[in-house]
């Protein structure tokens, strides 16, 4: 069964520290992997699409890491900001194409304190 | 660009009643998607539509459900009767499939709340 988990369910944090999110699926034939940011009350919005063969993102803060062998994932935040509070939410989605193959997880809570 | 538009922000209504959400997409855009979002199961897809045409609906949770797209412009989600496990959040995303698996664009969300 195609499955995307994402750890920790939800994370406090004190500004100006870093943190990782990890976002680990079984979806299978892998075809590309989303992260998005959902502030509270808004849309998502993506920051970052890696295919197969990129193992590394970056969307200014945001670096985002790929191992597609142990099908893992990583969002790294550097210094974070009390803007970064919000939801991150992995998506997966599955060869061949068509959005109705995009594989949502249940997305980690961020809280960055001041 | 104004992004996807969604109305309204938020719905309050009693059971039984219809409700309708609306969406405009990003000019251009020749994909249409509508999501629902709870707590419970996140974020879930209803229907999506290419060049106006809709796609699969196999997400519809039921004949409550309908969408329609009579245009490139437009497109309503509709949900008659209504009932209180319809409360959540819609929400309309575009896409520009111009190559494999393009990048979507939210709107904002509609709140529905059921009595």
């Known amino acids: 069964k195609n499955q995307v988990e994402q750890s920790p369910q939800s994370l406090i944090i004190l500004e100006g520290k870093n943190c990782t999110l990890q976002?680990?699926?079984?979806?299978?034939?892998?075809?590309?992997l989303r992260w998005y940011k959902q502030d509270t009350g808004r849309g998502p919005v993506s920051l970052t699409i890696?295919?197969?063969?990129?193992n590394t993102k970056s969307n200014g803060r945001y670096t985002a890491t790929l191992d597609a062998d142990t099908k893992q994932s990583s969002l790294h935040i550097t210094a974070s900001q009390l803007s970064d509070s919000a939801s991150y939410i992995c998506v997966v989605s599955a060869r061949p194409g068509g959005y109705n193959k995009l594989i949502f997880g249940a997305g980690t809570r961020l809280a960055v304190h001041p | 660009d104004a992004g996807v538009i969604q109305s309204p922000r938020h719905e309050v209504t009693e059971m039984g009643q219809e409700v309708t959400l609306r969406c405009k997409p990003i000019s251009g855009h020749d994909y249409l998607f509508w999501y629902r979002q709870t707590m419970m199961r996140g974020l879930e897809l209803l229907i999506y539509f290419n060049n106006n045409v809709p796609i699969d609906d196999s997400g519809m949770p039921e004949d409550r459900f309908s969408a329609k797209m009579p245009n490139a412009s437009f497109s309503t989600l509709k949900i008659q009767p209504s009932e209180p496990r319809d409360s959540a959040v819609y929400f309309c995303a575009s896409s520009l499939m111009g190559g494999f698996g393009g990048e979507l664009f939210f709107g904002e969300g509609s709140r529905l709340t059921v009595l």
């Open positions: 976002c680990n699926y079984t979806v299978s034939p892998f075809s590309n």
């Open positions: 890696m295919t197969f063969s990129e």
